[in-house]
């Protein structure tokens, strides 16, 4: 029995061999794939106009919000300011009802803080939520038109831009070592998406030359995806 074991083994190896080989033979071949484009998604929130508008609503509310915030500061502000100014006897009824005010109202604006900024740091992901959903679907939009098949996160600024040690190292650990112009498609995306918040807001696009930021496609003489 010890003498057959290997002729089992090699047939049975055999077999598998030819099983794999007419299960490749019968597999479906790879579909082609496109070419790859790169976006840095830093640049296109910070130039997007529908987040700096939405960013700036938010600014106002917390500044509405921050109203009763402000006045319990002012009384708390006041109360200290008539314990410390030395008028009132420290072992009289007035100081010590004074003294139990200011760590009331000191609890007061400390959960009055804690509530604005809870309600406000849920809004503010919820924005960056929303301009993620819209990057991303005019980036499928525009790939599925120029038939991309991959869109890689990375940073425009270099090595050759970077000053301080960490930014350099950062600039020489990137992803993308190499890319051609043509494969950024970030301006593409920037100019799309503002087209796009336009013609929904009734806005004109933003000026933002006067930020550092000069779009390609203005005056629009060059292609990019028609707004949705």
């Known amino acids: 029995m010890k003498a057959i074991r290997p002729l089992i083994s090699a047939a049975a190896a055999a077999a598998l061999a030819l099983s794999a080989q007419s299960g490749l033979a019968q597999a479906p071949a790879a579909a082609p794939t496109g070419p790859v484009a790169v976006i840095d998604m830093a640049e296109v929130f910070a130039n997007y106009d529908k987040f700096e ?7 106002n ?20 300011a008539q314990l410390q100014a030395g008028t009132i006897p420290q072992d009289s009824e007035e100081y010590l009802q004074k003294a139990v005010s200011l760590k009331n109202k000191q609890t007061e604006l400390q959960a009055e803080q804690m509530r ?29 038109r120029k038939n991309y098949s991959l869109v890689i996160r990375y940073k425009r600024d270099g090595v050759d831009d970077a000053k301080q040690t960490q930014d350099i190292l950062q600039g020489m650990n990137r992803l993308v070592v190499y890319h051609t112009p043509q494969d950024d498609i970030t301006d593409t995306i920037i100019y799309a998406l503002d087209r796009s918040y336009s013609a929904k807001s009734g806005k004109p696009t933003r000026d933002q030359s006067a930020e550092g930021y000069v779009s390609p496609y203005a005056p629009k003489t060059a292609e990019a995806p028609a707004a949705p």
Do not use: H, P
Not at 53 to 59: G, N, Q, Y
Not at 65 to 76: P, S
Not at 119 to 127: G, I, S
């Open 53 to 59: 508008d939405v960013r700036e609503t938010l600014k």
């Open 61 to 80: 509310e917390i500044k509405a919000e921050g109203a009763k915030a402000e006045a319990l500061a002012k009384e708390v502000q006041t109360i200290q």
């Open 116 to 144: 604005i900024s809870q309600r406000f740091m849920k809004k503010e992901a919820e924005l960056y939520k929303e301009i993620y959903n819209d990057v991303t679907a005019m980036v499928k939009m525009w790939c599925e």
